[in-house]
C-alpha cells in the first residue's frame, strides 16, 4: 500500500500562489507517475496535472498550463504543484494521486489517492 498526504492548501486572493505538497509513503517503488486532481463543489472530479517517475514529462489541463508546475522529488517521495496567478475558478479540493504506471489524464489509472486539500481563491 502506499499512502499519500496532502499539504499546502488555503484562503488567498485573485493573483496569489500557493504550491501544494504530497509526500508519499509506504510501498513507494510501485509508484510511477503521480498526478493532481480537483473537485469544486457541485462538480466532477476533475485531472489538473500529471508528472512522470523521471520528472521529465508532464501534461497540464488546458486552463492552468502556464500557470501551475508540476514536479517531485524521489528522494523525499513527494510531489509539488506550485500554483501561480490563481484564479476563482481554481477554487477547489486537491486531491493528489499515485499510478503504478505511465503518465495518464484517467482518474481510474491512478491507485493510490490522498485525503485532499483545500484551495480557496477569493476574487
Known amino acids: 500500500q502506499v499512502q499519500l498526504v496532502e499539504s499546502g492548501g488555503g484562503l488567498v486572493q485573485t493573483g496569489d500562489s500557493l504550491r501544494l505538497s504530497c509526500a508519499a509513503s509506504?510501498?513507494?517503488?510501485?509508484?510511477?507517475?503521480m498526478g493532481w486532481f480537483r473537485q469544486a463543489p457541485g462538480k466532477e472530479r476533475e485531472f489538473v496535472a500529471t508528472?512522470?517517475?523521471?520528472?521529465?514529462?508532464?501534461y497540464y489541463k488546458d486552463s492552468v498550463k502556464g500557470r501551475f508546475t508540476c514536479s517531485r522529488d524521489n528522494a523525499k517521495n513527494t510531489v509539488y504543484l506550485q500554483m501561480n496567478s490563481l484564479k476563482p475558478e481554481d477554487t477547489a479540493a486537491y486531491y493528489c494521486?499515485?499510478?503504478?504506471?505511465?503518465?495518464?489524464?484517467?482518474?481510474?489509472?491512478?491507485?493510490?489517492w490522498g485525503q485532499g486539500t483545500q484551495v480557496t481563491v477569493s476574487s
Open positions: 508528472v512522470s517517475w523521471s520528472g521529465d514529462v508532464t
Open positions: 509506504g510501498r513507494t517503488f510501485s509508484i510511477g507517475a
Open positions: 494521486a499515485a499510478s503504478r504506471y505511465g503518465n495518464t489524464v484517467r482518474s481510474d489509472d491512478y491507485a493510490y
